[in-house]
C-alpha cells in the first residue's frame, strides 16, 4: 500500500480503470458472450501491467511543485486516461475507428453523455455497462479533485466560496498530496458509492429492469445522463422512476450533500444554502411560466382533460428544468406535454439557459455554477440599491460586502471567459461547413458537459454520428476545458506554479 501511494496519480488512475474493465468482462461472461470478455479481461491485464512498469519506474520522482503537478495531472487525466479507456471498445467495434471511440469514452469519463450510437441497440449491454462505469468514474475523479487539488487552489467555483467568509485562507493547504487525495476518497467514496446503490434500488422497486437501473443510477450521481435505452423515454419505472432520479439530482446542487458525517446537518441548513434557493427559484418559476402562458386558451377546451396534462406539463417542465440546470441531460416523458402547453416555438432554448448555469461548486455538475450566478445577482441589486441610495452603505457584514464585491468580480471574469469560450468553439466548428445554430448548439453542450443538449435543437439537429472527425476533435477538447474549467487552465500558466 505505501508502495501505491508513491505511484504518480495518473498512473494510479490507469491502474483504477483496468480494474474497472473487469466488471464488463464479468457481465459479458455472465451472458457467455466470450469475445468482449476476453477482449475486457485482456486489455485489464494489459494496462494494469503496463501502469506498473510505468509507476515503479517512476515512483521515486520527487514533485518539487504540487499545486502545478496536481493542474497538469487533472488535464491530462481526462484527455489522456479515456485513449486507454477506449481500446476494447475499438477492438469490440471496429467500424467505429479509435478516434470515435476515444470520443465516446472522454464523452463518458467527462460525464458529458454525447454519444455516436443514435441507436442503443446496436451494441451489447456489456458495452453500455463499460459506458456508465466510466462515467460513474468519471464523475466521481471530478468531487475527489475538486476537493483535494481545486480547493486548495481556489479555483473550479472555490474562489466564490472564499469570498463569503471574513477571512481570506491566504493560499493552499499545507497538506500532503496523497493524504489530501485519500481524505477526500473516504469522505466522498461511501456517499458516492451508497446514494447510486440506493437509487438504483428504488428505480427497481419501481419496475426497472436492474441492469437498467443500475446504469440510470450510475448517470445520475455523475450527470452523465447514460442510458442503455436512450434516457428515461425507454425505462420502465415510469413517473416514479423520474421523482427518484429527480430527487437525486439535488445532490449536484450542494456539494456538502456528499458527506455522509455531515449529512443530517446538511439537510437542515439547506434552505440556507444559496444554492439551494436558486435552484427552487429556477425549478418552480420556470415550469410555472411554461405553464401559466397558456392557461386561460387551455381552460376553453376540456377541464377534466386539460387538468391531466396541466399536471403532466408541469411535471415536465420540472425535470428537465432540473435535469438541465445540473447538466444531467435526462428528458422526462412529459416534456412533450409541457412544450405543447406552454406554446413556445422554440422552449429548448431555456434548457441551453439551464445548462449554461450550471450546477453547484465541487459537484460533477458544469457549467458556470449557481455560487457564479449568485454571486453576480448580489451585486447587481446592490448596484441598483446605490442607483437610488448613492451614498448606502451595504449592510450584512464584511464577509457580505467581500462576496458582493471580489467574488461578483471573480465570476464576471469566469463567465466572460466562459462565453469566449463558446463563440470560440462555434467559430471552429462553423469552420468545417456546420450550421450556425448547431454549431452553437454543440459548443454549448460540450463546453458545459451536457451531451443530449444538442438533441434539444430538435428537427434541426443532427446526431452526433453524423459529425464529422474533425468536429469530434474540436468537441473532445471543448469537453475537456468545460471539465476542468478555463480559470485553472489559467491558474497553470501563473508564474508561481513553475517556481521552486
Given at each position: 500500500m505505501n508502495s501505491l501511494r508513491q505511484y504518480p496519480l495518473f498512473v494510479l488512475l490507469m491502474m483504477i480503470g483496468a480494474l474497472a474493465m473487469l466488471v464488463?468482462?464479468?457481465?459479458?461472461?455472465?451472458?457467455?458472450?466470450?469475445?468482449?470478455?476476453?477482449?475486457?479481461?485482456?486489455?485489464?491485464?494489459?494496462?494494469?501491467?503496463?501502469?506498473?512498469?510505468?509507476?515503479?519506474?517512476?515512483?521515486?520522482?520527487?514533485?518539487?511543485?504540487?499545486?502545478?503537478?496536481?493542474?497538469?495531472?487533472?488535464?491530462?487525466?481526462?484527455?489522456?486516461?479515456?485513449?486507454?479507456?477506449?481500446?476494447?471498445?475499438?477492438?469490440?467495434?471496429?467500424?467505429?475507428?479509435?478516434?470515435?471511440?476515444?470520443?465516446?469514452?472522454?464523452?463518458?469519463?467527462?460525464?458529458?453523455?454525447?454519444?455516436?450510437?443514435?441507436?442503443?441497440?446496436?451494441?451489447?449491454?456489456?458495452?453500455?455497462?463499460?459506458?456508465?462505469?466510466?462515467?460513474?468514474?468519471?464523475?466521481?475523479?471530478?468531487?475527489?479533485?475538486?476537493?483535494?487539488?481545486?480547493?486548495?487552489?481556489?479555483?473550479?467555483?472555490?474562489?466564490?466560496?472564499?469570498?463569503?467568509?471574513?477571512?481570506?485562507?491566504?493560499?493552499?493547504?499545507?497538506?500532503?498530496?496523497?493524504?489530501?487525495?485519500?481524505?477526500?476518497?473516504?469522505?466522498?467514496?461511501?456517499?458516492?458509492?451508497?446514494?447510486?446503490?440506493?437509487?438504483?434500488?428504488?428505480?427497481?422497486?419501481?419496475?426497472?429492469?436492474?441492469?437498467?437501473?443500475?446504469?440510470?443510477?450510475?448517470?445520475?450521481?455523475?450527470?452523465?445522463?447514460?442510458?442503455?435505452?436512450?434516457?428515461?423515454?425507454?425505462?420502465?419505472?415510469?413517473?416514479?422512476?423520474?421523482?427518484?432520479?429527480?430527487?437525486?439530482?439535488?445532490?449536484?446542487?450542494?456539494?456538502?450533500?456528499?458527506?455522509?458525517?455531515?449529512?443530517?446537518?446538511?439537510?437542515?441548513?439547506?434552505?440556507?444554502?444559496?444554492?439551494?434557493?436558486?435552484?427552487?427559484?429556477?425549478?418552480i418559476g420556470i415550469p410555472l411560466f411554461l405553464f401559466i402562458r397558456h392557461w386561460l386558451a387551455a381552460l376553453e377546451v376540456d377541464a377534466g382533460e386539460n387538468a391531466l396534462a396541466g399536471l403532466g406539463a408541469i411535471w415536465g417542465g420540472m425535470f428537465n428544468t432540473i435535469s438541465f440546470l445540473t447538466t444531467t441531460g435526462f428528458v422526462s416523458t412529459h416534456w412533450h406535454e409541457a412544450q405543447s402547453w406552454s406554446g413556445l416555438r422554440a422552449p429548448g432554448i431555456l434548457l441551453f439557459g439551464l445548462a449554461v448555469m450550471g450546477g453547484g461548486v465541487a459537484t460533477t455538475a458544469g457549467g458556470i455554477k449557481l455560487l457564479r450566478i449568485y454571486s453576480l445577482y448580489r451585486h447587481g441589486t446592490r448596484e441598483m440599491e446605490r442607483l437610488l441610495h448613492p451614498h448606502s452603505v451595504g449592510r450584512s457584514g464584511v464577509s457580505t460586502r467581500r462576496f458582493r464585491r471580489q467574488g461578483a468580480e471573480l465570476a464576471w471574469v469566469f463567465l466572460m471567459l466562459f462565453l469566449m469560450s463558446i463563440v470560440g468553439v462555434a467559430l471552429a466548428l462553423s469552420l468545417l461547413g456546420i450550421e450556425f445554430e448547431s454549431s452553437f448548439a454543440l459548443a454549448i453542450a460540450s463546453l458545459t458537459n451536457t451531451g443530449p443538449l444538442y438533441m434539444a435543437l430538435g428537427e434541426n439537429a443532427a446526431h452526433y454520428t453524423d459529425l464529422?472527425?474533425?468536429?469530434?476533435?474540436?468537441?473532445?477538447?471543448?469537453?475537456?476545458?468545460?471539465?476542468?474549467?478555463?480559470?485553472?487552465l489559467i491558474a497553470l500558466l501563473n508564474p508561481d506554479y513553475w517556481r521552486q
Open positions: 464488463p468482462a464479468a457481465h459479458a461472461a455472465r451472458q457467455e458472450d466470450w469475445l468482449i470478455a476476453r477482449v475486457f479481461f485482456q486489455y485489464s491485464l494489459l494496462i494494469m501491467a503496463f501502469s506498473v512498469m510505468v509507476g515503479t519506474a517512476m515512483m521515486n520522482r520527487t514533485i518539487r511543485n504540487v499545486s502545478r503537478a496536481n493542474l497538469i495531472t487533472l488535464i491530462l487525466s481526462f484527455a489522456l486516461l479515456p485513449v486507454f479507456l477506449a481500446l476494447p471498445f475499438s477492438e469490440l467495434l471496429p467500424t467505429l475507428g479509435f478516434r470515435r471511440a476515444y470520443f465516446e469514452m472522454l464523452s463518458s469519463f467527462t460525464t458529458t453523455g454525447a454519444t455516436l450510437f443514435n441507436d442503443p441497440f446496436r451494441i451489447s449491454e456489456s458495452l453500455h455497462l463499460w459506458r456508465g462505469v466510466v462515467g460513474w468514474l468519471g464523475g466521481f475523479f471530478m468531487l475527489v479533485a475538486a476537493m483535494a487539488i481545486l480547493e486548495p487552489l481556489n479555483v473550479g467555483g472555490y474562489e466564490i466560496r472564499e469570498t463569503m467568509t471574513a477571512e481570506p485562507k491566504g493560499g493552499a493547504q499545507k497538506v500532503a498530496n496523497d493524504v489530501r487525495i485519500l481524505r477526500a476518497i473516504r469522505v466522498l467514496g461511501p456517499a458516492y458509492f451508497a446514494f447510486t446503490a440506493l437509487l438504483a434500488l428504488v428505480l427497481i422497486f419501481s419496475g426497472e429492469r436492474v441492469f437498467i437501473a443500475v446504469i440510470h443510477a450510475m448517470g445520475t450521481l455523475a450527470t452523465s445522463a447514460i442510458s442503455p435505452v436512450s434516457g428515461i423515454g425507454g425505462a420502465q419505472s415510469g413517473i416514479m422512476g423520474e421523482v427518484w432520479i429527480a430527487l437525486f439530482l439535488l445532490l449536484a446542487v450542494s456539494s456538502r450533500l456528499m458527506n455522509l458525517a455531515t449529512f443530517p446537518a446538511t439537510v437542515r441548513n439547506l434552505p440556507k444554502d444559496p444554492e439551494f434557493q436558486l435552484t427552487m427559484l429556477v425549478v464529422p472527425d474533425a468536429a469530434l476533435d474540436i468537441l473532445s477538447a471543448a469537453m475537456v476545458l468545460g471539465r476542468v474549467e478555463t480559470l485553472a
